[in-house]
């Protein structure tokens, strides 16, 4: 369970980064929720995350404009069904593209924008929002997963000031690959927050 979501955290916390540097309001609002929540004085830890909610939301929103695999784990037919016209036959194997139905300006007002509050009156329901997988077969890492990249992008926002190394907005481009890294590796500027170096040292 936790080798496959190493590299899934990973790249999800590099897309988040990625979207917080070209949104920098988000990124300060982010920023002003960790200092109103958690203070000055410790660490981010595991017991603040759901008072973290713009912090969760962001996630959220990078999981789903740029979910780490964009295929779901392949599934077979148990029995012929017919699916919004389509006969699928017993025995197919169906794959089910979590990326696209994530975008799908049929499903989603403005599917491309970086908008996290549209996530703030919880998790969103139904089969819209899927980059762990729905159902039985859902990803058993999930609620980890979520905890881990949570953990992570609060203690990257919490001790750090974050910039673009230049004006120019990163480069959003998908790469190639089982999962879904950014084309160009993520490079940022940052200066560590006096107050961390107080709680380092």
Not at 149 to 174: N, P
Not at 176 to 193: D, I, T
Request: with cysteine; aromatic share 6%; proline share 5%.
């Amino acid at each position: 369970m936790l080798i496959p979501g190493t590299n899934t955290v990973v790249i999800t916390l590099e897309w988040s980064m990625s979207l917080l540097l070209n949104n920098p309001n988000a990124l300060q609002k982010s920023k002003s929720e960790l200092d109103i929540h958690i203070g000055y004085d410790r660490l981010l830890d595991e017991t603040d995350l759901p008072k973290l909610l713009h912090l969760l939301n962001v996630i959220s929103k990078t999981l789903r404009l740029n979910p780490a695999t964009h295929l779901l784990i392949p599934h077979v037919s148990s029995d012929h069904c017919n699916i919004l016209g389509y006969d699928i036959p017993k025995d197919t194997m169906l794959l089910v593209n979590a990326w696209a139905i994530q975008r799908d300006r049929n499903v989603w007002d403005e599917a491309t924008s970086f908008k996290p509050e549209r996530f703030e009156s919880g998790r969103i329901k139904g089969s819209k929002m899927m980059p762990f997988g729905l159902g039985r077969r859902a990803c058993p890492r999930m609620d980890l997963g979520l905890r881990v990249a949570g953990l992570a992008l609060g203690s990257l926002i919490q001790c750090f000031e974050w910039r673009r190394v230049s004006e120019k907005e990163i480069d959003m481009t998908e790469g190639n690959g089982l999962n879904l890294p950014k084309a160009e590796p993520l490079q940022a500027s940052y200066k560590v927050h006096s107050t961390t170096k107080k709680l380092l040292s």
